[in-house]
């Protein structure tokens, strides 16, 4: 990703059912399961769950993606990702502030994620804190730990 798609990335909530939803669903699958050859519906969401799902654009092509589940106590974010040409220059970073500045709103006092263990360090670099064992994805056999970030007051 270049500096002036960087400089032009932007942050936006998007709907089920829409053109862009389907573009983040691709990415989604591309991101998190295609390399282990994992069936397309893992990226429906079809647990009954409500989620707010949003999205990282440069100009106007989907490079981010996270959906965060609101009524969970606390809320609970899901399959963050980054296209694989925008990894590290802050679309994840923008993802992430913008589900917990929902969480926010809504009056949690805390988030909580499931990471895999190759990405513990970029969530630790938002403010998240690992918490019990690791343990292995039921979607695609791949370990995680369980992450937590407390929401203080005055907090940006």
């Not at 989620?51 to 100009?59: D, I, Q």
């Not at 998240?128 to 937590?148: D, I, K």
């Amino acid at each position: 990703m270049t500096d002036q798609a960087r400089t032009a990335l932007r942050v936006i909530e998007i709907e089920p059912g829409t053109p862009r939803y389907l573009e983040a669903k691709e990415l989604r699958y591309r991101t998190l399961y295609a390399e282990w050859d994992l069936p397309r519906e893992l990226v429906e969401d079809t647990d009954g769950r409500t989620y707010r799902h949003v999205v990282a654009l440069s100009g106007e092509r989907i490079v981010g993606y996270g959906r965060i589940h609101l009524e969970a106590d606390p809320p609970h974010v899901y399959q963050v990702c980054v296209a694989h040409e925008a990894r590290r220059t802050g679309v994840g970073s923008a993802v992430m502030d913008a589900l917990v500045g929902m969480a926010r709103e809504a009056g949690a006092s805390a988030v909580t994620l499931h990471a895999r263990v190759h990405a513990l360090g970029f969530y630790e670099k938002l403010g998240f804190a690992a918490f019990g064992p690791e343990f292995l994805s039921g979607r695609t056999n791949t370990p995680h730990r369980a992450m937590r970030r407390t929401l203080g007051d005055g907090e940006s």
